[in-house]
């Protein structure tokens, strides 16, 4: 028989891994793991999610914060959680097949948003960056959407910029896609360079514009002496293909000599800004306009 005071500490022992969990802030996210699918479609069919959008810095004229443009990133505004980042959602949504569905809402919400917040007295166009995974670019169906996306968009002054993922392998058909997207007007990017599947023999075969430099090799970069061979590889190796890199996940003012001295040009990241909503955002391109 446990006596009173066993149970006394296994009780403790419970408090203390829950008020340890509460801590972590994953207390709400582990309970309701069960339903969070059930939520999931239901937020997909409500649209319950917010696009956040970073800006993207360059320094090629001197000016401290010259936006290039900004990044449209979708967090899941949760009922019950508030605000879920994609880290956290986007697993449960490509192990669901919901990812098309996502993307639609993505392109929808970021289409929106511009409408409502125009930049026609900027003389200037702008560019919106846009996650989209390569599987979206499978179906004609999608394709179909995306010419109307680029139309609506180039209407209010923005240029369509494609970040395509390599966490999914970029097949053929994929990349008669990209092809096809480059040709009528859509810039790309490759998101995450260097983290995923990317083959190097597809930086030859699609002439991406941008290449970005995944965040992870970023944070290895704690000063100025620091030397990182991978970084300053992909960036010689992405000049010499005459696509621009773009470094991700910039934090701190050493980062930065270190990347302007290896000759690095466009930045984003939270020593810049962190991603805004988007009336802040727009604000920011007027302001260093
Ligand atoms: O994979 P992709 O590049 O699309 O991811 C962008 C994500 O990185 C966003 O969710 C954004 O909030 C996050 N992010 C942007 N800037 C920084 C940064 O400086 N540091 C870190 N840790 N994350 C960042
Ligand atoms: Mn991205």
């Known amino acids: 028989m446990l006596d009173d005071k066993v149970i006394l500490f296994l009780f403790l022992d419970v408090i203390l891994i829950f008020v340890a969990l509460i801590y972590m802030g994953k207390l709400s996210t582990l309970l309701l793991k069960p339903c969070l699918l059930i939520d999931l479609q239901q937020s997909i069919l409500d649209g319950n999610f917010i696009i956040m ?3 993207i810095v360059s320094t090629t004229n001197g ?31 490509e192990k669901n097949n919901l990812m098309d569905r996502l993307t639609d809402i993505l392109l929808q919400k970021t289409l929106n948003d511009l409408k409502n917040n125009d930049i026609f007295n900027l003389d200037k166009t702008q560019n919106i960056s846009i996650n989209i995974p390569p599987s979206y ?3 004609s169906i999608n394709i179909k959407k995306l010419v109307l996306y680029r139309d609506n968009l180039i209407k209010l002054n923005w240029q369509p910029c494609i970040e395509i993922t390599e966490r999914e392998k970029i097949s053929e058909q994929v990349i008669i896609s990209i092809h096809y997207l480059r040709k009528i007007g859509f810039k790309f990017s490759i998101d995450d360079f260097g983290s995923g599947c990317t083959a190097l023999y597809l930086l030859q ?4 514009d941008h290449l970005k430099i995944d965040k992870r090799f970023i944070e290895k970069v704690k000063n100025d002496n620091d030397v990182n061979h991978i970084i300053t590889t992909i960036i010689d190796l992405s000049k010499k293909l005459d696509i621009k890199p773009i470094v991700e996940g910039v934090e ?12 690095c040009e466009i930045y984003q990241g939270y020593y810049f800004y962190k991603p805004l909503n988007i009336k802040t955002a727009i604000n920011e391109i007027i302001k260093n306009k």
């Open 53 to 55: 959008y970073q800006p």
């Open 137 to 139: 670019l499978l179906k």
């Open 252 to 263: 701190n003012r050493q980062q930065v000599e270190y990347l302007k001295g290896n000759g």
């Open 63 to 93: 000016h401290k914060k010259n936006i290039y443009g900004l990044e449209a990133l979708i967090r899941w505004n949760h009922p019950k959680i508030g605000l879920i980042m994609p880290d956290e959602f986007i697993p449960l949504v």
């Open 205 to 208: 075969e699609v002439p991406f």
